[in-house]
Structure formats: structure tokens, C-alpha cells
Nanobody, 116 residues
Framework: VQLVESGGGLVQTGGSLRLSCAAS????????MAWYRQAPGKQRELVAG???????NYSNSVKGRFSISRADTKNAVYLQMNSLKPEDTAVYYC???????????WGQGTQVTVSS
């Protein structure tokens, strides 16, 4: 199984970006999917998650600005990021938990840079 992210880049403060992550390979069932991020010198942190039932959760720092969604027919998860701030600058990682197992997989990461 492989997770491939896309959509990162450089954007000005207040701008928007949409991250995409698609899973490929031998997939039986995807449980939770999520986006994490890691800024230089900081620990990786959860940004947003979505369960197989569609329940979402967000970190307080992005609540109201970011929106996570998933498309199970495409084995994909998305992160719409609006009103971006310089403190959102980080490498963003896609995460998915698969059954049976369960087994966790990570994407390779995509850089998001917000300029002030």
C-alpha cells in the first residue's frame, strides 16, 4: 500500500491550498484517515482526522479554517486549507489506517509554506 500526497506549495497569508492524498495497492478497507504536520524543530501534530463513518475532528489551531473530507470510491482524503497563516508552514503528512491488521501507513509529506 502506498499513500501519495499532492497540492502543497507556497502561498501568501490569507490564501488557500487544497491537499490531496490517494492510497493505492492492495486495499481491503480504510478505517481512519488524517492529516498531520511537522514544522522545523517541532513534533509532528494532528491537524485533522476523519473516521470511516465520516466523523471529523480538528486541532484547535485550524478549527474553522481547514476542512477534511474523504472519497472512499477513490481511496482518497483531502484537506482544504483557507485563511492560511505563517504558523501553518510545515510538512504535511497523510495518514491512513487499513484493515485487516489494523495497519498504519504514512505518505511521504508535502511542503506547505505560508509567507507573511
Amino acid at each position: 500500500v502506498q499513500l501519495v500526497e499532492s497540492g502543497g506549495g507556497l502561498v501568501q497569508t490569507g490564501g488557500s491550498l487544497r491537499l490531496s492524498c490517494a492510497a493505492s495497492g492492495s486495499i481491503y478497507r480504510i478505517n481512519a484517515m488524517a492529516w498531520y504536520r511537522q514544522a522545523p524543530g517541532k513534533q509532528r501534530e494532528l491537524v485533522a482526522g476523519v473516521t470511516s463513518g465520516g466523523t471529523t475532528n480538528y486541532s484547535n489551531s485550524v478549527k474553522g479554517r481547514f476542512s477534511i473530507s474523504r472519497a472512499d470510491t477513490k481511496n482518497a482524503v483531502y484537506l482544504q486549507m483557507n485563511s492560511l497563516k505563517p504558523e501553518d508552514t510545515a510538512v504535511y503528512y497523510c495518514f491512513a489506517q487499513f484493515s485487516p491488521g489494523p495497519t498504519n501507513y504514512w505518505g511521504q509529506g508535502t511542503q506547505v509554506t505560508v509567507s507573511s
